[in-house]
C-alpha cells in the first residue's frame, strides 16, 4: 500500500510567520502534488513536481514555493502566512505510469 | 470557461436506498474520470476510474457511468449504509502528463439510519 504522510495535522501560524508543510511518500512515485482544499472551491493546484529538483507551477502558485531534494519528500513553504492561507493542504502522489493519486491525511492550516 | 460541476453540495438519503451522485462537466474532453471518497479530516481516497469509451464500471456496491456526449458522470451507492457518509469527488482526467487531473468540489453524502 503507497504511504503519504504529512508532517502536521493542525497547525497554527501568525501572519508574517515562514511555513514549511512537509510531505514524504514511500512509494517511489515520481510525481507529487500539493493542494489545498476550501468549501466550494475544491481541490486546487499549488504546485507539482515530477522529479527531484524539477517543480511546475499549478493554479494558484502565488505566496508558496517548493522544494523536491529527495524523490520521497516535497515540501511546501509559505514564504510569508496571510491570512488568506488559512485552509486544508494536501499533499498526492502519483506513479508515472498510473493515473491514480494517492493522497496524505492533509494539514489543517490557520494563520491568525 | 471550464467547469466541473457536482450537482449537489450535499445529499442525504436513508440507509438502504441508492445514492445517486452527479458530476456534469463543460468545456473539458476528459479521457477517463475518477471518483474520490473523502472523510472529514482526511484526504481523498480512489475508489474508480471509467474511461472515455466505457459507458458504466460496478465495484461492490459502487457504480459508474459516463456519458461523453451529456458530459456527465453518475455515482451509484447501492444498498447505502450510515457508514458510506462521507464527500465524493469526482475527477477529470485530461490529456497526457502528471498535471492532468481536476477536481470537482464535492457532494456531502449522509446516509440516515
Known amino acids: 500500500d503507497v504511504k503519504v504522510t504529512q508532517s502536521s495535522r493542525y497547525l497554527v501560524k501568525r501572519t508574517g510567520e515562514k511555513v514549511f508543510l512537509e510531505c514524504v511518500q514511500d512509494?517511489?512515485?515520481?510525481?507529487m502534488f500539493w493542494y489545498r482544499q476550501d468549501p466550494g472551491l475544491g481541490l486546487r493546484l499549488i504546485y507539482f513536481?515530477?522529479?527531484?529538483?524539477?517543480?511546475e507551477k499549478g493554479d494558484i502558485p502565488e505566496g508558496y514555493s517548493v522544494s523536491r531534494e529527495k524523490k520521497e519528500r516535497f515540501s511546501l513553504i509559505l514564504e510569508s502566512a496571510s491570512t488568506n492561507q488559512t485552509s486544508m493542504y494536501l499533499c498526492?502522489?502519483?506513479?508515472?505510469?498510473?493515473?491514480?493519486?494517492?493522497f496524505g491525511p492533509g494539514t489543517r492550516l490557520l494563520v491568525l | 470557461s471550464q467547469k466541473i460541476e457536482q450537482n449537489s453540495e450535499a445529499l442525504n438519503i436513508q440507509e438502504g436506498k441508492t445514492a445517486t451522485l452527479t458530476c456534469n462537466y463543460t468545456?473539458?474532453?476528459?479521457?477517463?474520470l475518477q471518483w474520490y471518497r473523502q472523510d472529514p479530516g482526511r484526504g481523498p481516497v480512489f475508489l474508480l476510474l471509467i474511461r472515455e469509451n466505457e459507458k458504466e464500471k460496478r465495484k461492490e456496491r459502487l457504480k459508474v457511468t459516463f456519458d461523453t456526449t451529456l458530459k456527465q458522470s453518475l455515482f451509484h451507492i447501492t444498498a447505502s449504509q450510515p457508514a458510506d457518509s462521507a464527500t465524493y469527488l469526482c475527477?477529470?482526467?485530461?490529456?497526457?502528463?502528471?498535471?492532468?487531473?481536476?477536481f470537482g468540489t464535492g457532494t456531502r453524502l449522509t446516509v440516515i439510519p
Open positions: 498526492a502522489t502519483l506513479l508515472g505510469t498510473q493515473e491514480t493519486q494517492y
Open positions: 513536481s515530477y522529479d527531484v529538483k524539477m517543480k
Open positions: 468545456n473539458y474532453s476528459p479521457a477517463y
Open positions: 512509494m517511489d512515485h515520481e510525481n
Open positions: 475527477a477529470l482526467g485530461v490529456g497526457t502528463g502528471a498535471n492532468n487531473l481536476f
